[in-house]
Structure formats: C-alpha cells, structure tokens
C-alpha cells in the first residue's frame, strides 16, 4: 500500500500500472537507462490514448469515439444561451467571423 497521493492508493491507476509494466516495462528488459524509459513510454502512452482499439466502444480507438461523439453532439445556440448568457454567445460568433473574414483575405491577397 502507498502513501496517501500516491498511485498506489487508487485502484484504477494500480491496474493502470499494472497494465504499463506487463506490456512495456517488463518484456523490454533490460533498460539501459532513465532516456530509454522515458521515450518508450511516451510511445505506450500514445499508443494506449491513440491507436488502441477499444472493443467497448465498437473496436475503435478512443479518440475517434470522442471526435465522433463531439461531431454528433455539438452545443447549439439555444444550449449556449441557456448555459453561458447571450452576450458570450454573440461575442464567440463576432470572434469566429472576424477570423474568418481575415482568413479569406489574406488567402485573396496571396493569389
């Protein structure tokens, strides 16, 4: 048992960690120091948030299942209004088109 703070007080990031050193610290051994650790384990990371499918979402990686989630549940403006007030709603739409209007011209004045 770990300290309180520690990883090793919570079970979801124990099996987290179990999981990390099953496929990747374990089976890679030996390391030959804490750069090569490091780098792999930004890999895993990667892999594990990116690539991994997951069969509880429909064998997809978990970022495909929330850019799908979030494309099918975009806030309207009636949600906007309701949740955040009318003037941060017409202040956010000022701001996009302004961007979008300098975006189109100065891909005019490149032509």
């Not at 051994?29 to 750069?35: F, L, N, S, Y």
Request: glycine fraction near 6%; charge should be positive; hydrophobic fraction near 30%.
């Amino acid at each position: 048992m770990g300290t309180v703070g520690d990883a090793l007080d919570n079970a979801l990031m124990e099996s987290q960690l179990g999981l990390y050193k099953t496929e990747l610290i374990k089976p890679r051994r030996p390391w030959h120091g804490p750069p090569d650790v490091a780098l792999a384990t930004a890999e895993w990371v990667d892999w594990f948030d990116n690539q991994r499918l997951h069969t509880a979402i429909g064998t997809i990686p978990r970022h495909e299942h929330e850019t799908d989630y979030y494309a099918r549940h975009q806030p309207t403006r009636r949600t906007l209004r309701r949740s955040c007030g009318t003037r941060i709603w017409t202040s956010m739409a000022s701001a996009c088109a302004a961007a979008t209007s300098a975006t189109e011209s100065s891909r005019s004045s490149t032509r």
